[in-house]
Every structure is written in structure tokens, then in C-alpha cells.
């Protein structure tokens, strides 16, 4: 398909709808090691050299809205939208943003590397699972999936039932690490409590009697459906640098709602 070359600057109402080639871009600093889309349709903001900006609007249904964003600077093919008078761009493709040369000031972007990866697929082997109130437990399930396992709580048998039930990872050295993240998918179906998200140095064997810090991870909001997995974006770990650090799920559902809750794509991220 051929594109029209344009800077942020050259653009006009003639190019709405337009496919073009947007020259010398990068993603601005506050939006480095994110991805595309977390939790709903995300703006993110692309700047050229002289400080112009254009928002970057990505789906949470794109096939790579959990993927992060490159950090470097180069061309973008893009559709062009406008919004209240106010330009914007959508990309169909990740490789449509591939931004791999130096940044404006010259610096050299260093993707963050996966320290620690778990997809479900060995079960629950790196993790322990504690069930503190109630029969319904913690599970690895595929349905709906075809052979991509994934943690699944769900405290509904055969009516509402209140449980407290903990997903618990295995230690992740973060010894050494100047940068660390951690990401997940999500998804959520029927009305009941939200999933909740916790890291700490220093787990004792026993939740209760663990100190927890309480991450503000981007859920799946959608209880209505299935299979419309959420991004958490990167969740930032920088206390726990220097650390062990565990990430912990903890799930409750009362007499009056409970939610299901499922959990795939685990990853620590650093440098």
C-alpha cells in the first residue's frame, strides 16, 4: 500500500483517513517500557526532534496492544483520524511502529528483558496456591482455549460462596536490576469482587502474616464476556530492586457475588 510522507507539522484535514508515512518520530520518555494498550483503547504520544506531538491511539482488541512499544525513533505508517479538530493515528500492524534508530538526544533504547516468564503451561509448579476461606480453590484450565493453559479462581459452586484464595509466585531475584516490571493478562466474567494484585520481599509462608504491597495493575473490566484478556502494562517493581520479590493474586467472592477470575501471560521484565 502507498503512503504519503508527513511530519506532525505537515499534516492537514486532507489527510484524515489517509495512510501515511509519519517521518522521525519516537514515543515520548513518560511512555517508554509500556504497551500499546492496557485495560481499554489507550493514547499513547508520539514527538518528533522539534517537540511536535501526535497521539498514538491503539485498541485493547489489537493483536498487540499487551506488546510493549519500541523505544527508539523512526517512521510510522499510520491512518490518520482526527478527533475534536485534534490529529490523531492508528496502526494496524506492531511492525508499522518499528522504531529501532537512536532517540532525538541521541540515546540507544534497551528493550527490558523477560527475567522470569510463566505462561501456566507446567500447571502451578512455580507457585503456591493457599486457600484461607472456602472449598473453591485455585485451578489451571484451558476451556475456551485449546491447549493455552491459564489460572483460573472461581468461587461460584452451585451458588455464590465467600472464599479468599491466594496465587502466590515462586521468588524472582531483582538483585542487580536498575529497572523491573511486571505484567499479566486478565479476564473477568460475572459481577463480584475485583482481583487484587500484591508483591513482597518477604513472604512468610502465610499471607496473613506477610507484609503485602498493593499494585495498581490495569484489570479486565468486562464481566459480561469471556476472552477479551486485559493487559496489566507494565507494573512497576522499583521498590523491590535489590530484592527476592513474590507477586501474589488474591481473589475473594462473598454469599452475594462471585466473580471468575483468570490469569495468563506472567512476566517479570527488567534491566
Not at 29 to 40: C, E, I, R
Not at 46 to 60: E, P, Q, Y
Not at 85 to 105: E, H, K, S
Not at 197 to 221: E, F, K
Request: proline share 2%; hydrophobic share 35%.
Amino acid at each position: 500500500m502507498s503512503s504519503t510522507e508527513r511530519t506532525i507539522s505537515q499534516l492537514t484535514n486532507a489527510d484524515v483517513g489517509r495512510w501515511i508515512k509519519l517521518k522521525g518520530v519516537q514515543f515520548i520518555d513518560a511512555d517508554l517500557y509500556k504497551p500499546y494498550a492496557s485495560g481499554t483503547t489507550t493514547n499513547r504520544t508520539l514527538i518528533d526532534c522539534t517537540g511536535k506531538t501526535i497521539v498514538l491511539r491503539t485498541s485493547n482488541f489489537a493483536t498487540f496492544a499487551g506488546k510493549d512499544i519500541d523505544g527508539g525513533k523512526g517512521d510510522v505508517y499510520a491512518i490518520v483520524s482526527a478527533f475534536n479538530g485534534t490529529y490523531q493515528l492508528w496502526i494496524p500492524y506492531q511492525i508499522n511502529a518499528d522504531l529501532n534508530n537512536p532517540r532525538c538526544d541521541g540515546s540507544v533504547y534497551t528493550p527490558l528483558a523477560t527475567i522470569y516468564g510463566d505462561d501456566f503451561s507446567s500447571g502451578f509448579a512455580n507457585w503456591n496456591t493457599v486457600s484461607v476461606t472456602g472449598a473453591e480453590v485455585w485451578t489451571i484450565s484451558n476451556q475456551g482455549n485449546s491447549g493455552n493453559n491459564y489460572a483460573m479462581m472461581n468461587g461460584y459452586a452451585s451458588g455464590n460462596k465467600a472464599n479468599e484464595d491466594w496465587l502466590i509466585s515462586k521468588e524472582i531475584s531483582l538483585v542487580g536490576k536498575t529497572k523491573a516490571f511486571v505484567s499479566f493478562t486478565t479476564d473477568v466474567r460475572y459481577a463480584g469482587n475485583a482481583l487484587q494484585v500484591y508483591a513482597t520481599d518477604n513472604y512468610s509462608g502465610n499471607p496473613s502474616t506477610t507484609t503485602w504491597t498493593l499494585l495498581p495493575a490495569t484489570l479486565d473490566t468486562n464481566t459480561a464476556a469471556f476472552g477479551d484478556w486485559a493487559s496489566s502494562g507494565n507494573v512497576n517493581l522499583s521498590a523491590f530492586l535489590g530484592k527476592n520479590v513474590r507477586i501474589a493474586f488474591k481473589y475473594t467472592s462473598t454469599t452475594s457475588a462471585a466473580a471468575t477470575w483468570e490469569v495468563d501471560d506472567f512476566k517479570i521484565k527488567g534491566q
